[in-house]
């Protein structure tokens, strides 16, 4: 299984390096060590794909023809086909055999002695509560039991996420949380209760769960919910009125892709990034642009499904309302009041979006991000509305995110280790990038915490007083991650704290539905939307 230790998905700062032990002298040597480690695991991990890219690329010709998606998947139709012959009990029975069988033989018994050997007695009770976890489901008296085992490991294994500041430091803790969430999910759909269910599914998957490891999990639930569902409709089908209230209340949600005309919200384009023809060919992106980590705008694709489908967000909502989604809310500079949350899609849509699309943003309005969330994992279905783009490595990346907001998010200028093609699906986005080779001048963070998304949210030299204050540190520090941001906000540069800034030569673009760009890994970038925004990019 090769998802055990690996470090994979979006991190809900769970992943970092740091921990309570750090002050125990004799175990500052092993740190060092496993730092050192980490760091060259991490070096691997993060410059490998590129390297093997540039090599895939060049012996590759492009593909023919392309229908290759992100997600291997089938759709429903297809799905309620096949299982005309569908028994519900075997089908549990065959998800129960799953856990007890090959996870607990892959990592699951791994997992329960590595946390029985921990010194800390509430870890220890974690092995306690994995091993029944993973026992076979066989008497009812043992199911209540199983449930609180995995209630209680799910409860302590939040805790020492959200509260300690070390985070989930061992592969342990979320091996333990994916096991008792999918576990608990099998109780709560024994007792009935799909959408609880379906909601430990979701947060397993948002905490690092790899989506083919949950998939048959959720399969089994999408089924079940859509057959009550299907009851459900057709009793109240009958009621026009309400049919035409939702028709109304429904049009607030359509994005309606108009760039807005306010000059201090769309920034003028002084240097505008190069961009191909209409009939550039892959060779030519190959040969001018890639092999030269030049970045580029790439010829549009509006055809895509998802460009015209998913700007009317009710058909998010009203096929995946429910699913829980990771959100980043506030501003990225205002660290007193950014957090992260849980929400049901729907809360997303209505709460956030909707009162965006109506006001059509202002720089003061509420800014949430559904951020580099590799949302296709979880919910498959929705990667039938794209595919693969041409220009990605021969059709091979390594992860596809969404990153659906409201107007006015900003991802301060950074730089990534992966080569990416990032396409806009609707809305806008204003894109501003510099050359690696600008580096000098770019005044990079010195972050030595890892995380995926981090930012730097004030200068070292800034803090006083109440700045110190220890909870403030470490979330600067978590936001701070890979030391690869800048410290320069690019749109309004203090040039007397960051002279040599102004010797940095910024590339512009703006894109809006079906644009694409390609960023070379190392290649600084700052991302602001102008509008509610839709965007997807595949990593490589
Ligand atoms: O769209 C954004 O806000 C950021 C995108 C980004 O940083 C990326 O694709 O690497």
């Not at 990416?420 to 050359?435: D, S």
Request: proline share 5%.
């Amino acid at each position: 299984m090769p998802w055990r230790g690996v470090n994979e998905g979006k991190s809900w700062n769970i992943s970092s390096l740091d921990g309570k032990e750090r002050e125990r002298e004799r175990e500052r040597e092993r740190e060092r060590v496993f730092l050192v480690l980490i760091v060259f695991i991490h070096f691997v991990a993060r410059s490998a794909p590129t390297l093997r890219n540039k090599q895939n690329m060049a012996q590759n010709p492009p593909p023919t023809k392309h229908h290759r998606r992100v997600v291997d998947y089938c759709s429903d139709e297809e799905e309620e086909e096949e299982d005309e012959e569908f028994v519900i009990e075997e089908e549990l029975n065959k998800l129960s055999a799953l856990i007890e069988t090959s996870l607990a033989n892959a990592f699951g018994f791994a997992c329960c002695d590595e946390l029985e050997t921990d010194e800390n007695p509430e870890t220890k009770r974690l092995s306690a509560h994995l091993r029944l976890i993973l026992t076979p489901l066989s008497s009812s008296s043992k199911k209540e039991e199983m449930k609180v085992a995995c209630e209680e490991c799910l409860t302590a294994l939040w805790r020492v996420l959200r509260d300690e500041s070390c985070g989930w430091d061992k592969p342990t803790y979320r091996e333990c949380f994916v096991l008792s969430s999918l576990r608990l999910s099998l109780c709560k759909l024994l007792e009935g209760n799909l959408q609880e269910a379906m909601e430990c599914l979701d947060t397993a998957l948002i905490l690092g769960c790899p989506g083919e490891m949950a998939r048959p999990f959720v399969r089994l639930l999408e089924k079940l919910m859509r057959r009550s569902a299907g009851g459900r409709n057709r009793a109240s089908s009958n009621s026009l009125v309400k049919k035409q209230k939702v028709a109304t209340r429904e049009k607030a949600l359509v994005v309606d892709n108009v760039l807005p005309s306010s000059p201090s919200l769309v920034p003028k384009i002084l240097h505008p990034l190069e961009r191909m023809n209409d009939s550039a060919t892959w060779e030519e992106f190959k040969v001018m642009y890639f092999n030269k980590d030049m970045p580029v705008q790439l010829p549009s694709d509006k055809s895509m499904p998802c460009v015209e489908k998913w700007r009317d967000l009710a058909y998010f909502k009203e096929r995946f309302g429910k699913r829980l989604i990771p959100l980043e809310v506030g501003k990225y500079d205002d660290v007193e009041n950014w957090k992260e949350e849980i929400v049901p899609l729907e809360v997303f849509i209505d709460e956030h979006l909707a009162p965006d699309i109506l006001k059509k943003g202002d720089k003061n309005s509420f800014v949430s991000y559904l951020a580099q969330h590799q949302l296709f994992e979880q919910i498959p279905q929705l990667a039938m509305d794209f595919e693969i783009p041409r220009w990605c490595n021969a059709g091979q990346f390594e992860r596809c995110n969404i990153w659906l907001g409201t107007s006015n998010t900003i991802t301060p200028c950074h730089f990534d280790s992966y080569d990416n093609i990032f396409g806009q699906v609707f809305g806008y986005k204003f894109v501003r990038l510099y050359l690696e080779s600008d580096s000098q001048f770019m005044y990079k963070s010195g972050g030595d915490w890892e995380t995926t998304r981090s930012w730097n949210v004030k200068d070292d030299d800034d803090r006083d007083g109440d700045d110190n204050s220890e909870e403030k540190e470490t979330k600067k520090k978590f936001r701070n991650a890979q030391g690869n941001i800048s410290r320069v906000d690019v749109e309004a540069p203090d040039l007397e704290k960051f002279p040599e800034f102004a010797k940095a030569t910024p590339m512009d673009v703006i894109l809006g539905p079906g644009d694409f760009i390609y960023i070379p890994s190392r290649t600084w970038h700052y991302v602001r939307s102008l509008t509610v925004s839709c965007s997807l990019n595949f990593l490589f």
